[in-house]
């Protein structure tokens, strides 16, 4: 999850219009974001199947996304921009994954 937490930082640091660098605390909000998504996505395990899970983290719904924007904003005290620029950067990330290294960190974390 470490290295996810990174490659997210890096996501969002590396976009045109944000002018930030990788800070430990930008890392830890992140790792406290991905840690509760997790925890959501684990909690959904009892009701869909893995494909339907892994559908969920590479391609969110509108839902989905709600949810996650949710997660975010409270880790990062309501600021607009950085929501938004994380929220793409997990998202980004989030679909990169492959589906085992997917498995791996849910049930490494949660």
């Not at 605390?25 to 909690?43: D, G, P």
């Not at 793409?88 to 949660?110: F, H, R």
């Amino acid at each position: 999850m470490k290295n996810l937490a990174q490659n997210i930082a890096s996501e969002y640091s590396e976009k045109d219009d944000v002018s930030c660098s990788i800070d430990p605390l930008l890392l830890v909000s992140i790792s406290q974001i991905l840690i509760e998504a997790f925890k959501l996505i684990k909690s959904c395990q009892r009701t869909k199947d893995k494909e339907e899970i892994e559908q969920m983290c590479f391609q969110p719904s509108g839902m989905q996304k709600l949810l996650l924007r949710r997660i975010v904003r409270k880790h990062v005290d309501q600021n607009t921009e950085l929501t938004n620029g994380l929220m793409d950067a997990i998202i980004k990330q989030g679909g990169s994954l492959s589906p085992n290294s997917l498995w791996e960190i849910i049930n490494e974390q949660v």
